[in-house]
């Protein structure tokens, strides 16, 4: 059972708004992830982080931010949330601490379901 | 491009029976295909990873075979249960980078009846 959390599982908002999503990974992996997934679609990498303090965009252009200020915590933040946005995000993490390896496996929260009226 | 393709798209059988399901990739360089399931409104866990040296991996009741010479992968699943109706999502890594670039397919819809 892997030890990666999201929260919240379910937000519904208005445009305009901000919103943050949780993240949080308590088996130290040092790589993190972010991924959006519409229905029936494959994943999309929106962002990553090697370790503390580094952070780099993904494959899909994205209006959010993200941050790694802990080993264990990767919140994404929307300024200001769009219908477009409404989608499905999930976050990973891999490697072990110091360790560094393409064959890692990803380890995936359960995802929180944005939809943004 | 790199794309990885996996068919059929949907699929639905009864309980008890077999089946099996493909993934077709282009990656290169080629470094490890994984496959994963999906329940729905959760995120995928891994199932099997296989290296360009394995052709078969199993994990209980399923079974990923490896052709990295015809580029193409399969998910063999044995007795089927209810709880096997998921999405299960074939992703390629490629040798490009040390985080090991992840493509990913669109995944097959498998749906188990009793």
């Known amino acids: 059972e892997a030890d990666i959390y999201q929260t919240p599982r379910y937000l519904v908002i208005g445009t305009g708004k901000k919103i943050t999503l949780e993240c949080s990974q308590t088996?130290?992996?040092?790589?993190m992830y972010w991924y959006q997934q519409d229905p029936g679609m494959e994943l999309h990498l929106i962002h990553y982080s090697y370790g503390v303090n580094s952070t780099e965009k993904g494959d899909l252009s994205s209006e959010s931010t993200v941050s790694r200020i802990r080993t264990e915590h990767f919140p994404l933040t929307l300024e200001s949330a769009r219908p477009s946005h409404t989608s499905q995000y999930l976050c990973?993490?891999?490697?072990?601490?110091?360790?560094?390896?393409?064959?890692?496996?990803?380890?995936f929260g359960p995802g929180t379901r944005l939809t943004v009226l | 491009k790199n794309q990885v393709e996996q068919s059929p798209q949907s699929l639905i059988i009864l309980e008890g029976k077999n089946c099996t399901l493909q993934?077709?990739?282009?990656?290169?360089?080629?470094?490890?295909l994984r496959w994963y399931k999906q329940d729905t409104g959760r995120g995928p866990v891994s199932l099997t990873i296989m290296t360009f040296s394995e052709n078969t991996k199993s994990n209980g009741r399923y079974t990923a075979t490896l052709d990295a010479d015809t580029k193409q992968s399969s998910l063999h699943i044995t007795a089927s249960q209810l709880s096997d109706s998921a999405s299960y999502i074939c992703v390629v890594s490629d040798r490009g980078s040390t985080l090991g670039r992840l493509y990913f397919g669109r995944g097959t819809q498998l749906t188990v009846w009793p």
């Open positions: 993934c077709n990739y282009t990656v290169s360089p080629f470094s490890n």
């Open positions: 990973a993490s891999s490697g072990q601490r110091g360790g560094v390896s393409s064959t890692d496996t990803q380890y």
């Open positions: 088996m130290g992996h040092d790589k």
